[in-house]
C-alpha cells in the first residue's frame, strides 16, 4: 500500500499541526514531518489533534530541506500552492493523480509520496519549490477558495488515496458488482424491443445513421438510471401507442380514398 506522508513546512501555529494530525488519522495518512517548524508541538497542537495523537507522537521534524531529503530519499513529492508560473505550472490534484496512475506505476508501488503544504500567511516560496516533482492545486467550489492547513490536508489525502485506490481489487469487484447489478435489473424490464418498434411504427429509420433515434432514446434512459417499476411503466405506455399507431395505419389502408365514379 501506497504511504501517503504530510509535510508541513514553516507552520506558525501549533493548533494547525493538531489539526493536521486529525485530518490525517481521519483519511489514512502515513507519517507527519515538519520541516523548520515555526512553533512546538505543545498542548494547543494536542488539543487540536484531539483522540488523534499518533501522528503527533510519531512526527518527524527537520531543521531544513537539506535534513529532510538526506533523511527522506527518494518520493513524490508534491506542493501544494494557489500561484503557479511558466516554468511549474499548477496541476489540479485529481488530474495528477489520474497521470501518476497511469504513467509512473512503479514508482507509486515503491516510493512514498509526500505532500507538501507551506506556512499559513504566504504558502510555499520559490526556493520551496526547488524541491518538489510536482505543484498542484486543490478544488475550491465557493466564492471564498482559501482552505485552512487542515482543510488542505484532509483533502489532499482524501484525493490522493482516492485515485490510488481506484484501481485496487476490492474497488474493482465492488464496482463490478453494483455495475452488474444495474445492468441485470435494466435487463429484466428495459423495453429495447417496443422502443424499436415504436420508431419504425412512428416512420423513423433506426439504422439510419449511429446518432439515430433509438440509440438517443436509449441512452437518455440509461443515463438516468430509471427504477424497474418506471420501466414498466413506460414498457405499457410504448405497447399502447404502438397498438394504436398500427391500428390507425390499417384503418388508412381500408379507406379506398379515391373512389371510382358511378
Known amino acids: ?24 488519522a481521519n483519511m489514512g495518512g502515513s507519517r507527519l514531518i515538519l520541516v523548520d517548524p515555526k512553533t512546538d508541538i505543545n498542548s494547543k497542537a494536542k488539543q487540536g489533534a484531539a483522540s488523534a ?63 507538501i503544504f507551506g506556512p499559513e500567511d504566504h504558502g510555499l516560496n520559490a526556493d520551496d519549490m526547488a524541491f518538489v516533482n510536482y ?20 483533502l489532499a489525502i482524501f484525493i490522493t488515496a482516492e485515485e490510488l485506490m481506484g484501481d485496487s481489487d476490492d474497488t474493482k469487484t465492488w464496482q463490478s458488482q453494483e455495475l452488474d447489478t444495474r445492468v441485470s435489473e435494466k435487463q429484466m424490464v428495459f423495453p429495447d424491443q417496443s422502443i424499436r418498434q415504436w420508431l419504425e411504427a412512428m416512420g423513423f429509420d433506426i439504422e439510419a445513421r449511429k446518432a439515430s433515434a433509438y440509440i438517443t432514446l436509449k ?23 404502438i ?6 395505419k390499417s384503418n388508412e389502408a381500408g379507406v379506398d380514398h379515391h373512389p371510382t365514379d358511378h
Open 1 to 24: 500500500m501506497v504511504k501517503i506522508n504530510v509535510v508541513l513546512v514553516r507552520t506558525k501555529y501549533s493548533s494547525n499541526i493538531g489539526a493536521a494530525a486529525r485530518a490525517m
Open 53 to 115: 495523537q499518533e501522528p503527533l507522537q510519531q512526527a518527524t521534524s527537520y531543521s531544513s530541506w537539506e535534513d529532510f531529503y538526506r533523511a527522506e530519499g527518494d518520493g513524490i513529492r508534491i506542493a501544494f500552492s494557489r500561484r503557479g508560473g511558466k516554468r511549474r505550472p499548477l496541476i489540479p490534484l485529481r488530474p495528477l493523480m489520474k497521470r501518476l496512475s497511469s504513467d509512473h506505476q512503479s514508482d507509486l508501488a515503491n516510493k512514498p509520496i509526500y505532500l
Open 135 to 154: 505543484c498542484s492545486s486543490l478544488p475550491t467550489y465557493g466564492k471564498f477558495a482559501s482552505l485552512n492547513l487542515s482543510q488542505a490536508v484532509l
Open 219 to 241: 441512452r437518455l434512459l440509461l443515463q438516468n438510471l430509471p427504477t424497474e417499476n418506471e420501466l414498466m411503466v413506460l414498457e405499457a405506455i410504448l405497447q399502447q401507442n
Open 243 to 248: 397498438r394504436k399507431l398500427l391500428d390507425g
